[in-house]
Nanobody
Framework: QVQLVESGGGLVQAGGSLRLSCAAS????????ITWFRQAPGKESRELVA????????NYANSVKGRFTISRDNAKNTVYLQMNSLKPEDTAVYYC????????????WGQGTQVTVAS
């Protein structure tokens, strides 16, 4: 059983920055992909924000391209989401998810961290 723990959320003014962390209880190298999702207030579904593969490849939602950067530190078993130029519409609970392409049961979510961007 792997635990993912997010941290770094908070309240920030529009235009500000935050860095979210997703710390794994085990090796993040065991995940094929680690992703950040977010769920905005009143929305039922979670939106994929960014993803990073075990090889370091990255992908971003169009809404955050150029503003958010996902990265990983294998030595610390942590994935980061650097969020710059934040907008009120970025307000959401942010979740990290790690999963394996080879074992569909190896799929873990964190508990989420709240990000609130004030206008």
């Amino acid at each position: 059983q792997v635990q993912l723990v997010e941290s770094g959320g908070g309240l920030v003014q529009a235009g500000g920055s935050l860095r979210l962390s997703c710390a794994a209880s085990g090796s993040i190298s065991s995940f094929s992909i680690i992703t950040w999702f977010r769920q905005a207030p009143g929305k039922e579904s979670r939106e994929l924000v960014a993803a990073i593969t075990s090889g370091g490849g990255t992908n971003y939602a169009n809404s955050v391209k150029g503003r958010f950067t996902i990265s990983r530190d294998n030595a610390k078993n942590t994935v980061y989401l650097q969020m710059n130029s934040l907008k009120p519409e970025d307000t959401a609970v942010y979740y990290c998810r790690g999963y394996s392409d080879y074992d569909h049961n190896y799929d873990y979510w964190g508990q989420g961290t709240q990000v609130t961007v004030a206008s």
